[in-house]
């Protein structure tokens, strides 16, 4: 009884954040469901054909059910990466369709196989698995990239939560907003009194009249640094004004 209540359970949630994680490409522009937003590229559209190849594997090839698609092998490392964006060739509903095609495939997986069917995932270092560990693996990974969506949603438009009932409420305009990002930003300079330090190091950098570029290379992250040797001319404390910068020497030396 606990083994058919703990997988239903475990697949009640799966089936909840699948919808959540894909809401999250909902009225953006081709543009924006595509483009790196961070530093790796993390991007909306590679994040869902992510989740969808690897579900695909885990529910699929890891049981003995390949999913009816071919995928490319987990160790082709020619096709590393390639499942973290999407071409300009592949359209966004290609993949969502792709998606839906392995939510199919892993209930039907999930549905046929008790708890503790056995299962074999060759790129762990412990291969033998049960159902219920990748019940619990993909629940988990699909929790964490749904908060990486989260994210990169909220910074493309300021959309949040998991569905349209679920955004914050209208009172919680960009007043609220700011107000309340401003009171955080308080908390944290207060906790870190180096950082009113950095920041008014930060000011003077930008206002001198000219730059030593090995000097602004390295950022100054301390006080001491307003004592940095070497530097074109004394960092001015003056008001505001252009900056002129005079770039002389390689970065690298």
Known sequence: ?????????????????????LWKLDGLSEYDIRRPLTA?????LGLIKHLATWEARYFGEVFERPFP?????????????????????E????????????????DATINALPIDAPGYVPWWPRPDVKLFNILVHILTETNRHAG??????????????????S?????????YWENHR?????????????????????????????????????APTSCQDLAMPNRKKPI????????????RGDPSS
């Open 236 to 247: 001015s404390s003056a008001p505001s004004r252009p900056i002129s910068l005079t770039l």
């Open 1 to 21: 009884m606990i083994d058919e209540f703990a997988k239903e359970y475990l697949h009640d949630d799966l089936r909840w954040i699948r919808e959540a994680v």
């Open 69 to 89: 698609q071919p995928l490319p092998r987990w160790d082709d490392e020619a096709a590393s990466g390639t499942d973290l964006w999407a071409t300009e060739h």
């Open 167 to 175: 955004t914050a409420p209208p009172e919680w305009d960009a007043a």
């Open 148 to 165: 990486h969506a989260d994210i990169l949603r909220e910074q493309l438009d300021g959309a949040v939560g998991t569905d349209p009932q």
């Open 91 to 106: 359209t966004r509903e290609e993949i969502i369709e792709f998606y839906r095609r392995v939510w199919e495939h892993s």
């Open 182 to 218: 401003a009171k955080i930003e308080q908390a944290a300079r207060a906790a870190d009194p180096s950082s009113r330090c950095r920041l008014s190091l930060a000011d003077r950098w930008i206002n001198a009249d000219t730059v030593d570029v090995r000097l602004v290379s390295r």
């Open 40 to 44: 790796t590229g993390t991007n909306l």
